[in-house]
């Protein structure tokens, strides 16, 4: 469900919760709540100011959070046994995924904003299993619908995908950000609790404002920003390398706008990568014996911003004439660089 009035979707995923027994912000109204496993005191990080969400976690007299209804709740968390690269921040060291349950905090009568954050680091795309729902106070505010058809798309399978190195997109756009979905809305509460039932979420994160202050809200969520990001830089202090020097160009180059480069199928291309002076030409030619699958591979070297570029793949002919029709024997593949 998609009304401007009741969800905001953002490129994240974590719930900002308000509650009464966790750890509020500075005015006292916000409750900011973490999915996993049960807590543990081993040193690692965590988002400052936010409190823990297990499958135990139950809504009593001592605690203003918790299930009230949980059929069925799995949590995940890291465990460095090398299947996967440690996750960016703390966010993504852990998740729960509510298959089908009822989340209930405790809250003043009135209007509550609720930040949520969807997904996690070693399945990110695991939410594509099943279609998944949340309704607040019985009114459906997150209702996405997975199929076959849209699993493979940029807003699933291949999200982040396009995000490659741009010398102008920061490191955490292009490889933290796609990660998470974040969903916002806004929910009026009538009997002092803020009941989300929800079906098969992977819940990363939540924060809850009563009183739905909007300018309250972007400030939490900058602050969690700021820390998320402070904590992938530790973790991956890596930084592009500088580029490569340029080979010698011509003047026609120069007039063109751009190089035509050879490289070496298993060559290791970056976009800091320049083509020594023997690579660059302006006829690839290739040899495949009948029957044999060859591949050969160039790159294009701008020279200036280049705002459209178009590739046109012809037939390949031999010296003696002989022709092999691309369109019916050649497949042509876009090559991208993407950090991981």
């Not at 050969?296 to 002919?317: Q, T, W």
Request: neutral net charge; glycine residues 8%.
């Amino acid at each position: 469900m998609n009304g401007p009035n009741v969800l905001r979707t953002a490129l994240a995923a974590a719930i900002l919760a308000v509650g009464m027994s966790a750890r509020a912000d500075s005015d006292g109204r916000a409750i900011r709540l973490a999915f996993g496993g049960e807590p543990v005191a081993d040193g690692r990080a965590a988002i400052p100011r936010f409190v823990d969400v297990s499958p135990s976690s139950r809504l009593d007299a001592h605690r203003g959070w918790g299930w009230t209804n949980a059929t069925k709740l799995t949590s995940w968390e890291y465990d460095d046994d090398h299947r996967v690269s440690v996750p960016p921040d703390a966010f993504l060291d852990r998740s729960l995924t509510c298959w089908k349950g009822t989340l209930s905090i405790r809250v003043p009568n009135g209007k509550v904003g609720v930040h949520l954050w969807v997904g996690d680091a070693v399945e990110g795309l695991r939410r594509t299993r099943a279609s998944f729902r949340v309704r607040a106070e019985g009114v459906p505010v997150v209702e996405e619908r997975v199929t076959f058809a849209t699993i493979a798309t940029e807003r699933w399978w291949l999200r982040g995908e396009t995000e490659v190195l741009r010398k102008d997109t920061d490191r955490w756009r292009r490889q933290v950000k796609p990660i998470l979905d974040e969903y916002e809305f806004v929910v009026e509460v009538r009997d002092g609790r803020l009941d989300l039932e929800m079906e098969n979420v992977v819940l990363t994160a939540l924060v809850a404002l009563p009183g739905a202050d909007e300018a309250a809200m972007t400030s939490i969520l900058t602050e969690v920003e700021r820390e998320r990001r402070r904590q992938f830089d530790l973790r991956y202090p890596w930084q592009p390398k500088p580029d490569e020097p340029m080979p010698p160009v011509t003047p026609a180059a120069v007039d063109r706008g751009f190089l035509v480069f050879r490289k070496q199928v298993d060559d290791r291309v970056f976009p800091w990568t320049r083509p020594s002076a023997d690579e660059v030409t302006d006829s690839i030619g290739i040899f495949a014996a009948r029957g044999e699958q060859e591949p050969f591979r160039f790159g294009v070297l701008p020279l200036r911003p280049l705002r459209r570029l178009s590739i046109d793949v012809g037939d390949f002919v031999g010296p003696g004439g002989a022709t092999i029709v691309t369109a019916r024997h050649a497949d042509f593949w876009s090559e991208r660089f993407t950090e991981r």
